[in-house]
């Protein structure tokens, strides 16, 4: 292992005195501290866990130490499932040392005491910039803080743009991690720039110009894009329009960073922003094709797009701009050249002829990109410097797979490569990773064939497409054969590897086959025709892919140690990972050939990145100055249990139940939840356990997580819930529960980023329901099974709340009696021996209540035999003069008023009839006596019509 530089060894020192987090410029060699902080702590004294780390980082860390010190590799221990079985985890950890464990099984470990975590040194957590509030990673660490306050936690990251997203994002970090101190290290930190720039790799800039039709395609789609930007700002306004730019849309994910955000109203979206979405991501595709791939690699891409009538429908007509011609047009042109507007299309009924104009076009077809002329330069320049060293490495650098394919075979035609029998072991491996397929003779038809493809119109679909693919293969290499001597360069060989997946698989582990057996039988030319010395070992490599590419082209980098880097494609990290070795290994000279398309996507690509990373390392810096770190935030105080007597001391005096009786101080246990072990990838334990329940792990065979021993959850994610009703898992699932806790749960658990909605508005809309809909095949498990009680919830945080409102006043689960549980299983419980439905029924009948429910069901053979009970009878059943009489004139009373009295006593008629009879008599009584009157009332009023008017006479006295 290499001597730290002056400024890993500041980095070391700091986080070696103090627990904190590092946050770094990605390249500049955190895996080389982190892995001196794994070497200090491999000794038997010492128990050390690392966390968060992927399986090519920790493969990396163990082949390291095994090279660089086979002593302290002795306590470096991986523990999984396979490896270690419960009992021999138990034994590992007393032994002491490092070890790597993955998160679910660290936190079973730690939840049933298996590992002494009072007894851990300390954590170490690669990645930090994963962790988040309710990530396995902080379960585990707010675990190890309430019972361990003396040991360290370091936390490492190399993604600073990460910590920019969202509001306050390092400093919730920050306390996941439970740390207080923040130490970053830009690339332009003084002592970095002062170490890196004492020995610099000599780098020659090569900037490569675009082609006038590439530039002329490049203007177009910009243009489209452009279009369709400000269609979607005008059509979307659930988002930042400040935040759509031209910049954005080229340098970054588009897609993925406005569906993330576009996330929680996704379903309320009409089709025109999906369709805007999904356009912007096509033509960004094309616009990585342009300068990264071949002209027909490209083409075929248009073709397709174009010749699929149902995509043109689809999109949202972008196709039919003035650009968009332009596009096509430039397209063909850098296809078939000028001899496209003199082409006539063959006749079918006549025989194909091989004509000049064909080979010439086909020839053009196979030219090679600017940058391999370029990459064919520098290599015939080596060839020409006298070089004294017995073996010179030569490492090539590309983008992806395909385009480092396309490399090796345009170096192998061109006899730029050395014979494979005089080459190291090594540098034949890492080349013919990217082979393809052997050379193979191709006949006249198949030319024919291929030309016949190419040439045929956009309309026309290609149905076919491996097989053209193939013999376009076979085609481009004889036409290679016959052009030897002109030296053409044949790039679309690679067609077939770009175009299809499958086919790159099938062919890729044929030749993988063919090349293990022979190596030096492959048709590679002699070494005297090389431009490639004999001492001289070819390396070619991929950037992307992952985090083991990456892993592997740094063990590739520091292993070789290449005194030529071409980089064809060039990243930000990779750069600085030169810089490093450089200054490591300062006695090596190293030259570095950069290329790069001027004025170009490419080129905005990367100058975008160099500018984010600098920009998030500033917004950094500003939080850190104005960050509030409070004084138990590393956890290491007991203040938190002060904080809950606090809460409870509030809900008592706003509990409206205490009937202003004085709240009495009792220590009662945590309430308990038994949670089965395939639930740790979720969620929702680490937020149950953070409002202060205790989790019990174990196997459950019945339910997901036991709340109190009457009541089990069966947890369903949206898609685990799709699949389970699909394949009927659910059903057997919910029959499972439903024989053995008397209060079964299924709990349909929604993404929080995601709507809290069932159903689409399309399908709410729609008048129909079709039975294979989630809601119909819900609605039948309802009926079946009565006793299930279904549950809602929009986030882990709310089922978090539900469980405690469950869990209130109720009895704690007892582990051993849930485990016993299987599938097959009924607990003898009376409530549970018996048909629920007949229960219910027997429920509504009066007389017959909760208490004496099950007397019936025992002593009554069926319905019919209680229908003809007689009333002793009945009341020898139900122990009860009262009841049975009841339920004796429910079942044999024919007068419905006789019935109703029995039930609520408030009619005081006999019967109904009467009552109906009494009724109409009373009405028409009351009609008639309104008729009475009113004729009085009438033979008045004509009396007094009739009677003249006489004056009183006065009385005597």
Known sequence: MESLLEYENNVYLDMFHNDGLLVMAEGLGIERIFLNFIKLFCDATNLVIVVNTHEAEEQFFTNKMKETSPESYQYITKITTETHSQNERAQAYLKGGCFFVTSRILVVDMLTDRIPIEYITGILVYNAHKIIDSCQETFILRMFRQKNKKGFIKAFSDNPIF????????????????????????????????????????VIEIHVGLSENSSRIQ??????????????KGCCSYIDHDFLTMEMVISRPFDQIVKAQLEPVWNQLGSKPKQLISDIRTLRLLLYYLTQYDSITFFKMLNCLKSHEKDIGRSSGWMFLDAANELFTKAKLRVYGTEMRNYVKPDKKKKFKWSKENRDMAARIVSESPKLKVLKEILEEFSGEENNQDEINILIVANDDRT?????????????????????????????????TDEQKSDEKEEEFIVKMILKPFGVSDPNDRQVDSKLSKMVKKLDHKNKEKESVTLTQMVKNTTSKESKSSSSSETSDESSSCDEAQPVQNSDTNFVGKNTNLFLSALEGGTKQKISLIRLLYDIMPKYIILYDSQLWFVRQIEVIQCLRYKNPMRVYFMMYTNSSEEQRYLTSIRSEKESFEILIREKANMIVTEEQDGKLDIPNNTDKEKETIKDQFNSRKGGMPSVSQESEAPKIIVDMREFRCELPSILHKRGFHIEPCTLEVGDYVLTPNISVERKSINDLIESLANGRLYNQVNAMSRSYKIPVLLIEFDPKKPFQLNSYQALASSEISPQHTSSKLSLLTIHFPKLRILWCSSPSETAEIFEELKANCPQPDTETAMSIKTDQVIEDEDLKYNPVLRDLLLKIPGINSKNVLRVITKVKDLVSLCLMSEQELSDVLENSKSAKLVYEFLNTSKKD??????????????????????????????SSKKNILNVNSKRSASTKSKPKTKPKSKKK
């Open 163 to 202: 910590f920019t997203k969202g509001f306050s994002k390092v400093e919730r970090v920050m306390k996941n991690l439970f740390v207080k101190k923040l130490f970053i290290y830009p690339r332009f930190h003084i002592d970095i720039e002062t170490e890196l720039t004492k020995y610099k790799p000599e």
């Open 219 to 232: 203007m177009a789609l910009l243009d489209i894009l452009n279009v369709l930007l400000q269609e979607f």
């Open 404 to 436: 480092c394919s396309q490399i090796k075979h345009f170096l192998s035609k061109n006899r730029l490569t050395r014979k494979i029998g005089n080459g190291s072991a090594k540098a034949i491996k890492q080349f013919d990773k990217f082979d393809v």
């Open 898 to 927: 006789e019935a109703l009295n029995s039930m609520n006593n408030e009619l005081d008629f006999e019967d109904l009839d009467n009552f109906y009879a009494f009724d109409s008599k009373k009405t028409d009584s009351a009609d």
